[in-house]
């Protein structure tokens, strides 16, 4: 990997809506928009049915490590296929997948079957499908805007994955209370069809692997992660996305318990928390892409992950439904700079030919949050989930300070 280069400064207004109507990109963005909206529906359905099949948060953060486990299993792996195999076919596949996945879930719960352990078995395969998906999709994002708009493109996928956080979880809560969990699984397959039928025919305009890679798969993976940790920006990047996927982003998969245990609420207010989270994350991603002139990347993802887990022990000592929607709109902001520079930083210093790989490196990094998941679960089970969210912050900020305060004191990179 090379150096990061600061890209140039495209993420005015203008470069916003000029980059939309670009054919390819605005396909490729709502095919996205609808297969995040599909996971968050999916996300918020698996933690309110856990909690509500077994009365254990324990067991919610068992069946989160099962969804999310193939993100960090496979994640190296999936990067090699982004590499080598054909984009545009492989997100093909990733939605097909979601939709045939989503309608099994619906009829296993409109059969009567949905107990625990079948609907976990079934979540595992949303697990493989968002493991394939994120490297392919953010290289062949990289393949239709080039190196000079990825700043921009990256906050534009951003700004997709929280407007479909916003939506997905109202949606799932309202219809959890309302018409049950079958119906809801039908919109989540409805939502990866649409995402398909918007994707059909832009596969031939995304392109295929760089060149041919004839190096065996456990050599590019070692020479993936060599070059990943000579560069020190990139090496800070994985460091701190680990630490934030297993000390902070688990408090998400605490929430439902978090809403009726702590604040006496049903899914609709869960579905509300949930987007309260996506609206402050939306709220920044907008912001980032639409600011005008130079975007110091490394400075805005070292600020953001060292203010969320300050605002994730004030949402801790919360007892009012409105006011922790407020802090959670806040915690929002932080989650996405740290989520559109983390993958800026990774694509600007990674060769052309090992994006794949590169952004592979970063999925498996990401996917080390089921071992944190686990881990809230105990420590909830044990000290209740307010203080284990509270002491995983603590934690996660005395970690993270060392890799993040160099990034914060770097100038205009």
């Known amino acids: 990997m090379s150096s990061v280069a600061p890209a140039a400064a495209p993420a005015a207004p203008h470069a916003f809506a000029e980059i939309l109507r670009e054919a390819s990109f605005r396909r490729l963005w709502l095919s996205g928009l609808c297969v995040n909206g599909a996971r968050w529906m999916d996300l918020v359905l698996l933690g309110w049915l856990s909690f509500q099949l077994t009365d254990s948060p ?29 984009r545009g076919r492989v997100l093909v596949f990733t939605q097909a997948l979601g939709l045939v996945t989503g ?25 493989v499908l968002w493991a394939i998906d994120f490297p392919a999709r953010r290289t062949a994002l990289y393949a239709v805007v080039g190196p000079r708009r990825v700043a921009t493109a990256v906050s534009l996928e951003t700004v997709s994955m929280q407007v479909a ?14 018409v049950g969990p079958a119906p809801c699984y039908v919109a989540v397959a409805a939502l990866y069809a649409v995402g398909l039928l918007v994707f059909i025919g832009l596969p031939a305009r995304i392109g295929g692997p760089s060149g041919r890679d004839t190096a065996s798969v456990v050599s590019s993976l070692g020479a993936g992660f ?14 701190i996305t680990v630490l ?7 408090y998400q998969h605490m929430l439902p318990v978090f809403a009726r245990e702590v ?19 939306l709220l920044g991603a907008l912001a980032i892409a639409s600011r005008r002139g130079f975007i110091p ?13 300050f605002l994730l022990l004030a949402f801790t000592g919360l007892r009012s439904r409105w006011a922790c929607l407020a802090v959670l709109v806040l915690i929002g902001a932080a989650e996405s700079g740290f989520a559109a520079m983390q993958s800026t930083l990774v694509l600007l210093a990674a060769p052309a030919d ?10 498996a990094c990401i996917g080390t949050q089921p071992a944190g998941t686990l881990w809230i679960g105990f420590l909830a089970t044990g000290i209740g989930v307010p203080a284990a969210m509270a002491l995983n912050g603590v934690v996660a900020l005395l970690a993270m300070l060392p890799a993040a305060w160099p990034l914060a004191r770097r100038g205009r990179v």
């Open 58 to 86: 324990f067991m919610v953060a068992v069946a989160a490590f099962a969804r999310s486990a193939p993100m960090m299993l496979l994640g190296p792996f999936t990067g090699l296929v982004a590499d080598r195999m054909h």
């Open 165 to 178: 956080k916003m939506i997905g979880p109202v949606l799932a809560g309202i219809g959890l209370a309302r």
């Open 263 to 281: 604040l006496r609420v049903g899914p609709e207010w869960l579905g509300a928390l949930v987007a309260a989270d996506g609206l402050g994350a």
């Open 226 to 239: 060599s070059d990943a940790w000579r560069e020190p920006t990139v090496r800070a990047v994985l460091i």
């Open 297 to 309: 990347h490394r400075r805005l993802f070292a600020v953001a992950v060292l203010v969320a887990p």
């Open 244 to 250: 934030m996927n297993v000390l902070f982003f688990p």
């Open 103 to 127: 309608l099994a879930l619906a009829a296993v719960f409109a059969a009567g079957r949905g107990g625990f352990w079948p609907m976990v078995g079934l979540e595992v395969l949303f697990g």
């Open 354 to 363: 090992n994006r794949g790989r590169a952004m592979g490196i970063l999925s």
